[in-house]
Structure formats: structure tokens, C-alpha cells
């Protein structure tokens, strides 16, 4: 009898158990309520039964899943049982994973050398099958002989040179007519014809990315508001009568012109004129946006 009244029976089959001996059918059908009842694929019954067959080698432990069998005796050890109760189920569980380990690993030291050697023979195919793939890849990418190269109709004409081999001259060169031919050919040689090349002059003009360094330092980093004629740069030695001067003046304009609107397309700088023919006033964006 226990302190709450109740009374625990301990199943005669567990009291001097040993999974040595052989299946007590008997035993099984009298303890089969009191232990977990499993559902695994090729068995289906109580835990005792399950190590009893398996003991007996007549259940195929083969096709257990470890996982499903300890996701099912995790389970039945939540629900409420005495405690020597789940200790049995927990030693028949250890018996029925080391009965289910024996089918994996080797037992006698023979059999498991005959496994480590046929391992390392297994370890070694795989190892050269390896190496024949990237042969046969890097084979795969030499051209090949019809589709990439193509031989000569002459079979002598395509034999490969031996390396290092002299080359045998069929012909005997007459140097002292290979001399003359030479020195007549020489001679005989048209005058060069030397025509003079056509190059333009070099004109002495601003530039556009001269007017947009110039536009950067007087307004952007200023951060003041120029008229668009105080960004021209100034007419030094101005000559009315000299083409040259008035082509060097009119380009100041040009650049600045084309840099400041190339400016203020990009966001650098913003153009306002207030009235038709009145001066163009040039800020930077952020300055204008905030006035």
C-alpha cells in the first residue's frame, strides 16, 4: 500500500529482468496495459512487447525511427505514473536504442576493421571519381579536332614541329645575288613624297570648364547672387581691330552661358530674370529656395 491509499503492483516479468533470456509471452499479456503503447512503423503495441520481440529477433528494428519512438515515450512519461513505473519504461527504452545501435555499428573488433577498411576504400573511389570528373571537364574544354580545329588536306604539313628540333632548309640562298637584288632595289626606289599635313592653329579661347570653376567660386561656394554679366571674364587687352581679341572675348561669353545653364540643369545654381531684356541674376539653389 502507498501514503495516498493506492496500491502499486509491480510486474513479476521486471523484478529480476534480464533481456538475455527468452520472451515471456505470458508475462507480456499480463504487464501489457501498464506500459506505453507505441505506434511505429512495422510495430504497433506496448514498449514490453516491442523489447521482448526485439530480444527474441522477431521484429525488425530496421524500420523503428528513433524519433518517433522517443517523441512517443516523452509523451506517455508527461502523463501521470509512478515513478518505478517510468524508470522501467525508461531501461526498456535504453534496451530497445542499443538493440536498434547493434544493427548500425559493429560489435566484434574483426567486423569493424573490415568496415573501417571498406570505408577507406569507399573514401578512395570517391576521391578518383572526383578526379576523372575534372579530367574529364577540362577535357571537355580543349578544342576538339573537327568541331574547333580542323586538320590539313596534307597529313606531312600537319605533323608537329619536335621542340627544339632545327629546321632543315630545302633551298640554298645565293647570297651574292640575294646582295645584288638588294642594292638594285635600292636604287631603283621612287623619292618619297613628302606632303605637308593640314593642321588647324590652335585658338586661344575660354573654355566651358573654365566659366563652370569660375561660376563655383563667385557663387555656389560665395553663396552669393551674381548678375550672369559679372561671371563674364573681364575683356584684358581688348582690340576691336584684331579678330583674334574680339574671337577671345565673344568665347568668355559663349562659355559662361553654357556652363551656367549646364549648371542650373543639374541643380548647382538658379537662374531668375524679372522682367523681358532684364540682367539674368545667378544664385545658388538652396540660397534662392530660402529668399
Known sequence: MSADGERS?????WKTWDPTEAPDHKAITETAGQTP??????????????????????????????RDFIEQLTGALRREAPIHQKAEWVGMASWVVLLRSRLLLPTSPTTQTNAEAQAQTLQAGLVALQQMQALATWLNTRPQLGQDVFAHA?????????????????????????????????????????????????????????ARKRIFCLVVEAMQTKHLQDLVPPPTGLDPSDAKSMRRHKSGWTSTLVATLEMAKQGEITLAQKNLFDTIAVSKAGLALSS
Open 9 to 13: 503492483v509491480t510486474p513479476p516479468c
Open 37 to 66: 503503447h507505441l505506434a511505429l512503423a512495422g510495430f504497433a503495441g506496448p514498449l514490453e512487447q516491442l523489447l521482448v520481440l526485439a530480444r527474441a529477433q522477431k521484429c525488425d528494428l530496421a524500420k523503428l525511427s528513433l
Open 154 to 210: 596534307n597529313p606531312e604539313l600537319c605533323a608537329p614541329e619536335p621542340l627544339g628540333a632545327p629546321t632543315k632548309i630545302h633551298h640554298q640562298p645565293d647570297i651574292i645575288e640575294f646582295l645584288w637584288a638588294t642594292i638594285a632595289l635600292l636604287d631603283d626606289a621612287p623619292p618619297v613624297e613628302r606632303r605637308p599635313v593640314y593642321r588647324p592653329l590652335p585658338l586661344d579661347l575660354h573654355t566651358v570648364s573654365e
